[in-house]
């Protein structure tokens, strides 16, 4: 990417608006990742001690992959050295937000929808998301999924990543990420769902 | 048959482009004839969209991160003098 070469040309000179524009565009990705690794109550150190291992080392990018990618990874090895325990194992432990999820309660005993989902008011994301209520409800949807939902949900729907990308920063099985993706999938329709149906969170 | 359960259970590969050819064909099939999944997989996409949407949370301290790399990199910068001096 053109646009991506003439960034590290800059931050390379050293240049403070280059440093600024590169955390802005790329904090929220690893943080996600570093979430998902060390949880959130080292995450924010996770991320400085990344940021500080990109500076260090962006002289040696030598734009083998994107700069996502290494950024990424970098937040991932960092991540993963601090955690002394052994890995958490992967909870597949279904935690689903305030509003439940679509389960089999909703679904009548040969397989057709038992409860139909109700059409909501309007098909623009722009439109749902002008409600403060809604958006704050949604933060809270997120809040209660596990750590590792939470972010396998952000890398694949924010920051568009690949699904074995994500796979491979956070150690985790391409099924198990797609189960955790649809978890959490299915727990924010419920909460729009629910916000469509009822006005309130 | 898929049935609207089974249709539910795959929406999520559906929208990943995760589907072997067998599981697409059943998935377009059910759709077809089905209007309540045919609305349940366009409120799923709006979702997925409202989600890429939602405002992302500030990071903590811009600043005092900023300050930290700058920092970094004249010590980085200043190593690089001594290494070419010697
Ligand atoms: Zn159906």
């Known amino acids: 990417m053109p646009n991506e070469q003439d960034l590290i040309q800059r931050l390379l000179k050293g240049e403070q608006a280059a440093y600024r524009e590169l955390v802005q565009q790329y904090q929220g990705a690893m943080r996600a990742v570093a979430i998902a690794i060390v949880g959130s109550a080292s995450a924010d150190e996770v991320v400085q001690d990344s940021w500080l291992a990109v500076v260090r080392n962006l002289q040696g990018f030598a734009g083998r992959a994107s700069l996502k990618t290494w950024l990424l990874t970098i937040t991932a090895n960092t991540a993963k050295s601090r955690l002394r325990k052994?890995?958490?194992?992967?909870?597949?432990?279904?935690?689903?937000?305030?509003?439940?999820?679509?389960?089999?309660?909703?679904?009548?005993?040969?397989?057709?929808?038992?409860?139909?989902?109700?059409?909501?008011h309007t098909d623009s994301p722009e439109a749902l998301l002008n409600e403060q209520a809604l958006r704050e409800c949604l933060e809270h949807t997120l809040a209660t999924l596990s750590e590792l939902?939470?972010?396998?949900?952000?890398?694949?729907?924010?920051q568009a990543l690949e699904l074995p990308?994500?796979?491979?920063?956070?150690?985790i099985s391409h099924s198990n990420v797609r189960v955790l993706l649809h978890r959490a999938r299915l727990s924010v329709f419920a909460t729009l769902e629910h916000f469509e149906e009822t006005g309130e969170c | 048959m898929l049935k609207c359960k089974?249709?539910?259970?795959?929406?999520?590969?559906?929208?990943d482009g995760e589907l072997t050819w067998k599981q697409r064909?059943?998935?377009?099939?059910?759709?077809?004839?089905?209007?309540?999944?045919?609305?349940f997989i366009r409120q799923l996409r709006i979702s997925q969209r409202v989600i890429r949407q939602l405002p992302d949370q500030q990071a903590p301290d811009l600043e005092a991160l900023l300050k930290a790399m700058q920092a970094q990199q004249q010590r980085g910068a200043e190593t690089d003098q001594g290494n070419a001096q010697k």
């Open chain 2, 6 to 15: 089974g249709l539910v259970a795959l929406s999520s590969d559906l929208l």
């Open chain 1, 149 to 158: 939902q939470r972010s396998v949900l952000l890398l694949r729907e924010r």
């Open chain 2, 25 to 39: 064909i059943a998935v377009r099939a059910h759709l077809a004839m089905c209007v309540r999944c045919r609305r």
């Open chain 1, 86 to 120: 052994q890995r958490r194992d992967v909870s597949l432990e279904d935690v689903s937000g305030p509003h439940g999820t679509i389960d089999d309660a909703r679904f009548a005993a040969d397989g057709h929808w038992g409860r139909a989902p109700t059409l909501w």
């Open chain 1, 165 to 171: 990308d994500i796979c491979n920063l956070l150690d």
